[in-house]
Structure formats: C-alpha cells, structure tokens
C-alpha cells in the first residue's frame, strides 16, 4: 500500500524559502502522480501542486503558482516542493499522496490513494 513520510517543515520569515520532501513507499514511484496540499487552521485541506508519474506535467493552485515548485526523483522515490517567497498565508500543515483517481486534475482531487501521512507543519511568521 502506497505510504507517505512529510518532512522539512518549519518555521520562517515572510520571504523565506523551504522545501519539502515526501518520501513514498510501498508502491514503485514511476507510476503515480503526487499531489502537495496543505491545511490551514480551520480551513479546509486543499490541493496546492501536482506533478505527473514521470514529472513532466505539473499544475499549481493559483495561490502558489509562480511561488512554489514541485520536482520529484523516481528513483530516490522523494518528491519534493520548493517553496519560494512564503507568505503568512502559507501558514499550514503539508501533506503529500497520490491523488485519487491518480492524475493531476484540476480541481486538485480531494481524496487520495491509501492514507494521509503526520504531515509537515510550514509556518510563517515575523
């Protein structure tokens, strides 16, 4: 069964920058497409990234986009989210999964294959 680790949290200025891994296993990387998405205080989760089973189609909220950008590395089975320019707004917990059904759609899919991980806890703060 398809399994998440989220890691590289933590807490920066406006303007700082992080990046993000998700380590997945239980499944071979090469054939899902990931998703990143994030949960605010009293918010719903939302889809933010996407990036396709070999990386080359990937689809950002508008929140994010032109901020953050996804990669992965199939054969270190890590896919990762830069996150440039943070913003109080980004204030979250991180998850990763593979979205389900598994492609990046837009909307962002809202359920995901297997379970949801601890996550990674990003926040922003002067």
């Known amino acids: 069964q398809l399994q998440v680790v989220e890691s590289g949290g933590g807490l920066v200025q406006p303007g700082e920058s992080l990046r993000l891994s998700c380590v997945v296993s239980?499944?071979?990387?090469?054939?899902?497409?990931i998703g990143w998405f994030r949960q605010a205080p009293g918010k719903e989760r939302e889809g933010i990234a996407c990036?396709?089973?070999?990386?080359?189609?990937?689809n950002y909220a508008d929140s994010v986009k032109g901020r953050f950008t996804v990669s992965r590395d199939n054969a270190k089975k890590i896919v990762y989210l830069q996150m440039n320019d943070l913003k109080f707004e980004d204030t979250a917990v991180y998850h990763c999964?593979?979205?389900?059904?598994?492609?990046?759609?837009?909307?962002?899919?809202?359920?995901?294959?297997?379970?949801w991980g601890q996550g990674t806890q990003v926040t922003v703060s002067s």
């Open positions: 999964g593979a979205p389900d059904p598994n492609y990046c759609s837009v909307p962002f899919a809202r359920t995901i294959l297997g379970s």
């Open positions: 239980g499944v071979t990387l090469d054939f899902y497409a």
């Open positions: 990036i396709g089973s070999n990386g080359a189609y990937t």
